[in-house]
């Protein structure tokens, strides 16, 4: 929620990806201790290192959004059996201290911020694709929110967010924005790629409006934590079989509508991941692949506009050649058929029919840092 008024300001979904290191027991210094009542549970602390932290792009901002722990308060928590002499299902608490870094801003908080999960395993890694709600609600809220296994959500929330001085500490009473109890309370999840591509992009999307059709040219530049983040996972960390499954994590593009009335973004869901696959379907791990390999998503995207948000009604299938794991160059397209793109209430506001996008530069590896 952005502004100094949590009951005024407008509501956005940003959606960030990183990484993320946890410490626990059996690592020095952690401990796990049964209690008189036979209920086991082990420590843990989200570590602070320099590269770790999640980002991505806002569109209220027209910026990047980068959170990482506050290196001078610690992010611990416990994971805590949820009956007696079982150790899972279990109960998962962390309290987060974090910093909150744009372009221009730097900004902290003042409460830690409790957030919890039920768990199946340590750590709670998720299977790609996986759904963060018991459901798929749409709009960016607000909305009761069923996280689903594996998902940790914040509980203590709003807890607004002030300009920070050089340590860490937050200054004024004024707030800049606001973490909001819903549509997605500081919800997160934790996967394990085998490689993960930040790419820049630039292409067109073209979207009908009362029967005429607008070419909408968009951009984003993966250093600003704009374009797109695709997730890639072998075999040996997916539960489908043979082949390469494929997931954009992260998409922000952004151009200019007349129809729209002004700068619109097209971004991925939160509630429904974009799935997909790279190469033919046997390989039984990345380096099988052979290039140019066919790389198709099934993207379910958003439409932000000046005016609110649209929502796309199912998911548009976006396809090509991946040249190499170094993707620049590359094309994607519209394969398959169009669909409507809706506003919260379900009301049909337009269709998106085409779109089209070339990969630029970008960023290839097994782990994707925040910037210094």
Do not use: C
């Not at 929330?157 to 937050?170: F, G, K, R």
């Amino acid at each position: 929620m952005f502004g100094d008024d949590y009951y005024a300001g407008r509501r956005e979904t940003v959606n960030l990806s990183g990484l993320v290191q946890i410490n626990t027991w059996p690592m020095p210094g952690f401990e796990t201790r049964v209690d008189k009542d036979g209920y086991a549970e082990l420590e843990q602390e989200l570590a602070g290192a320099p590269e770790a932290g999640v980002k991505g792009f806002s569109y209220e901002l027209d910026d990047r959004i980068q959170l990482v722990s506050n290196p001078l308060l610690p992010s611990l928590g416990l994971v805590r059996q949820i009956a007696p002499g079982k150790n899972f299902p279990a109960q998962m608490h962390l309290r987060r201290f974090g910093i909150l870094e744009t372009g221009t801003l730097r900004l902290t908080h003042r409460n830690a911020i409790d957030t919890y999960a039920v768990i199946d395993n340590v750590p709670p890694y998720n299977k790609p694709l996986t759904r963060p709600y018991h459901g798929t609600p749409r709009g960016d809220g607000p909305f009761d929110i069923a996280h689903a296994p594996n998902v940790l959500r914040a509980t203590t929330l709003p807890e607004a967010w002030y300009p920070a001085d050089d340590d860490n500490q937050p200054t004024g009473t004024t707030p800049t924005l606001f973490f909001a109890p819903s549509a997605a309370p500081f919800m997160s999840m934790l996967v394990d790629p085998t490689m993960i591509m930040q790419v820049s992009m630039e292409g067109s999307i073209e979207v009908e409006i009362n029967g005429k059709t607008e070419r909408i040219d968009v951009a984003g530049d993966h250093l600003k934590a704009a374009g797109a983040e695709i997730l890639l996972f072998e075999p040996g960390k997916h539960d489908g079989g043979a082949g390469v499954l494929a997931q954009m994590s992260r998409l922000a593009t952004v151009g200019h509508s007349d129809a729209l009335g002004g700068r619109v973004m097209l971004r991925a869901s939160w509630p429904r991941p974009s799935g997909g696959a790279l190469g033919e379907g046997n390989e039984d791990s990345l380096s099988q692949v052979r290039f140019a390999g066919d790389l198709h998503l099934d993207a379910e995207v958003d439409l932000i506009t000046p005016t609110g948000t649209l929502y796309a009604a199912g998911p548009v299938r976006l396809g090509g050649k991946l040249k190499d794991l170094q993707p620049t160059g590359s094309d994607l397209a519209l394969t398959g058929v169009d669909t409507p793109i809706m506003a919260a209430d379900g009301t049909a506001k337009a269709r998106l029919t085409g779109a089209r996008f070339t990969m630029r530069d970008a960023s290839v590896g097994e782990h994707a840092t925040v910037y210094g």
